[in-house]
């Protein structure tokens, strides 16, 4: 699919954990001249935990944003950390940040 595509120079490609391999990220940035945000989940174990560690390492170096909204009948809260890397520090081609997004939805009729 990514052979397809035009020139991505200034293009950020999403994808979700499906698409989380080392050979996509180095397509998107050396091929296409893209830049990647890509989901990290259990089928990328080892670069979860290496994420996680870096998160608790460099605490001070994490950039936090947390939203509070009600509406549409739910509570939801999201907290979104964000910090700077290198490709090295985390072992995947190309990074320059990583990031963790919590979120809590809460349905005001039900609770759940």
Do not use: C
Not at 1 to 18: H, I, K, N, Q, R
Not at 62 to 73: A, D, K, N, P, S
Request: aromatic share 8%; net charge positive; charged share 30%.
């Amino acid at each position: 699919m990514l052979e397809s595509m035009p020139d991505l120079t200034g293009v950020f490609v999403t994808a979700d954990a499906l698409h989380t391999q080392q050979r996509t990220a180095r397509y998107i940035v050396l091929n296409k001249g893209g830049h990647y945000v890509l989901t990290v989940k259990g089928n990328q174990s080892g670069l979860k935990k290496r994420i996680k560690r870096l998160f608790k390492k460099q605490v001070a170096k994490v950039r936090v944003v947390e939203t509070q909204e009600r509406g549409h009948g739910r509570d939801e809260y999201r907290r979104i950390e964000v910090m700077t890397t290198d490709a090295q520090e985390v072992s995947w081609p190309f990074a320059s940040q990583i990031g963790r997004i919590y979120r809590k939805r809460i349905d005001l009729k039900t609770g759940r």
